[in-house]
């Protein structure tokens, strides 16, 4: 009775780490994404750099594996989607949807959401990045006046309808400024 006993305990507790490892999904394609689909490839253990490309580290079934950034459109961790940016294929958080996408570093998100913590510093990327929409190209959300080259600018200037956030952002890489005015910039479209 005593090891029918443990044989169940063991069983449930084996069921329940396989459950919590299914936490990363990784989409090869944003229409992968937007149909539900993707592959479930195990537990986020951290991000690290292997030969100047970021890696993915995961737990599956006790052991561990990577994928690399750069392979994949993007991937979501406990219900949250972060894309891989083109330049550098950095992770980084979508936070709004609206008539842009508003994302923040996925480094720090990461990192916060796996250690359930609220604050977190990094050091690669930058705050905040934005995209026309979810399949669009992702930019840092620094808009210094005169730059012509980067690929913000180039945003800027594919999408000039939005002159009014890109002002209000600026070339000021700071967090809550950009925030709020992301926020202004969507209220005031709904009010139109």
Known sequence: MQRLTKAILLLLITSFVGVAEAQLTIYHTPAQYQ?????DVGDFVDIVPVMGQYNLSLLRDGEKHRVRCKDIWGFSYKGVLFRITEEGHLPVRLMTKGALCYYENGFAHLVMQRDGTELESFDVGNRSYLSRHLE?????????????RSSSARFRQAHQQFEPLFQCIGDRDDLEHTRQCVVDFEVALEGR
Do not use: L, R
């Open 136 to 148: 669009g190209e992702v930019v840092p959300a620094v808009f210094k006046e005169g730059d012509t």
């Open 35 to 39: 149909a539900g689909g993707g592959e």
